[in-house]
């Protein structure tokens, strides 16, 4: 491997770092949060969540595996880019394609290694998640903070905007290790949904076709009349709201069209982002957990008592309040915090971990049949 350039890092906590770069050479800003996953840093960087973020890995050994194309959660990196302990460029993996510093590269996004993870990550716990910025170009820690100070907060941002789709299409692929799909017609014995693309990641809708139904994407900038009718006629049986990047509470047009599908009774299910513009929709507004919860090691205790390990990518989180409308189905058992809800006379539900892991276990699958056996 090159010898690698330096980088510098800026906090907004004040402090200052001088580490390696194996990416994208350039500066870049962003929200600074930590991944716990043993495994899958190609699914979670191109997953569109982490819009406006760094991810910071615990793991202290990636790119083992290289990258491939059959992995992707989405078409490219949306994130600013990834702090890990320690890279490895020569990968080891019969389905490699290329080394993640050249994925990094040509999806620009910035890979910084050589530094303490386990320094960071404490930080991070202690402090919250910060804004930070990175920069190959740029060593001067007054010039650094400075033009941190005028970046805009990843709270002030519409990140949906840059990674919601701008074409519907019908997604026909399963999951992986499902049996072989008979699709030879778009709705030949399944029953039609339309998912709202919000940043939905690839294996969402592998989940849901493999539940049987026919899905239908859609950009964010949906019209809820166009839906309700469809829903009236019988076009469509219900809607998906995907997860996504950002703060749910500056969304203010999509609670509005949300606000109108339940007022229209249209049977509805939610992942993450969903989940929590479900609730602001119906009058609990989030707010932003202390370090989020980020990784594939989750316990979630469902109202069966039985316990899953979960998938879990989130900064925000729906209020206990919520339960003067809704039936908590899922609580996670770290932190006490709600994971899953059932609206009370209403024919929708939510979960705030990711049910379709990519990375992580697949224990909460079972969801995605639930929503496809209530229509």
Request: hydrophobic share 35%.
């Amino acid at each position: 491997m090159a010898e690698l350039k330096k980088i510098f890092i800026y906090l907004e906590t004040g402090l200052f770092i001088e580490a390696k770069s194996f990416g994208y050479d350039g500066t870049k800003t962003g929200e600074l949060v930590f991944n716990t996953s043993m495994s899958g840093y190609q699914e979670i960087m191109s997953d569109p969540s982490y819009a406006g973020q760094f991810v910071l890995f615990t793991m202290p050994e990636i790119g083992n595996v290289g990258c491939n194309d059959d992995d992707m959660e989405s078409s490219k990196i949306h994130s600013s880019g990834m702090i890990v302990r320690n890279y490895q460029d020569r990968y080891s993996n019969f389905r490699g394609q290329k080394s993640l510093g050249d994925f990094l590269k040509q999806n620009e996004a910035l890979g910084i290694c050589n530094i303490d993870t386990r320094f960071l990550t404490k930080s991070v716990r202690d402090s919250g998640p910060c804004m930070m910025i990175a920069s190959t170009e740029i060593s001067d820690k007054e010039e650094l903070k400075n033009l941190l100070k005028k970046s805009p907060r990843i709270e002030e941002v519409n990140y949906i905007k840059e990674v919601s789709t701008k074409k519907s299409y019908i997604h026909t692929q399963g999951a992986w290790d499902s049996e072989k799909l008979e699709y030879e017609t778009p709705n030949a014995k399944r029953k039609k949904i339309i998912a709202i693309d919000f940043g939905v990641k690839r294996n969402i809708l592998n989940e849901l076709t493999s539940a049987g139904l026919e899905v239908e994407v859609i950009n964010n900038n949906f019209n809820p009349d166009i839906l309700i009718d469809k829903f009236k006629s019988d076009e469509i049986k219900g809607v998906f709201l995907s997860n996504g990047p950002g703060d749910p509470l500056i969304l203010k047009e999509e609670q509005q069209k949300i606000k109108r599908l339940i007022d229209a009774k249209i049977p509805m299910f939610a992942i993450c982002l969903g989940h929590q513009l479900l609730s602001i929709s119906h009058g609990h507004p989030t707010y932003k957990l202390k370090f989020g919860q980020h990784g594939g090691n989750h316990p979630v205790q469902g109202v069966s008592g039985a316990v899953e390990i979960t998938a879990q990518n989130h900064n925000y989180n729906v209020p206990d309040s919520i339960c003067e409308i809704a039936n908590v189905t899922h609580k996670n058992l770290f932190d006490d915090t709600i994971e899953g809800v059932e609206y009370k006379n209403s024919p929708i539900f939510s979960v705030q971990h990711h049910p379709e892991a990519s990375p992580g276990p697949h224990e909460s699958r079972y969801i995605f049949q639930k929503f496809a056996d209530s229509l």
